[in-house]
């Protein structure tokens, strides 16, 4: 069984910065994909990054050039640097690890709150 943990949400003002923390538990963190959702009120869950075991990176166009998702496999961390942010990036950010496997595994997260202030 994986457990994700997340860390690093806050609150902080339009403009500043943010750097998201999630830590598996496990020995399956090198072989997986990893990626960063979030969800606000009313909203669906949406990607806001990805990374996969081998590095490559995509990103929602509405973070793009803000965000950047890194990994630390040595750690079984995946990072989220959030510069820029803005009201509208407010949310639960959640992790999630896809294991590439027959079958599929998915694992989540159980959220940070990010929040920022106009």
């Known amino acids: 069984q994986v457990q994700l943990v997340e860390s690093g949400g806050g609150l902080v003002q339009a403009g500043g910065s943010l750097r998201l923390s999630c830590t598996a538990s496990?020995?399956?963190?090198?072989?997986?994909?990893m990626g960063w959702y979030r969800q606000a009120p009313g909203k669906q869950r949406e990607l806001v990054a990805a990374?996969?075991?081998?590095?490559?990176?995509n990103y929602a166009d509405s973070v793009k050039g803000r965000f950047g998702i890194s990994r630390d496999n040595a750690k079984n961390t995946v990072y989220l640097q959030m510069n820029s942010l803005k009201p509208e990036d407010t949310a639960v950010y959640f992790c999630?690890?896809?294991?590439?496997?027959?079958?599929?595994?998915?694992?989540w997260g159980q959220g940070t709150q990010v929040t920022v202030s106009s």
């Open positions: 999630r690890a896809t294991i590439v496997a027959v079958p599929v595994t998915i694992y």
């Open positions: 990374i996969t075991s081998g590095g490559n990176t």
């Open positions: 496990g020995n399956i963190f090198s072989f997986a994909a």
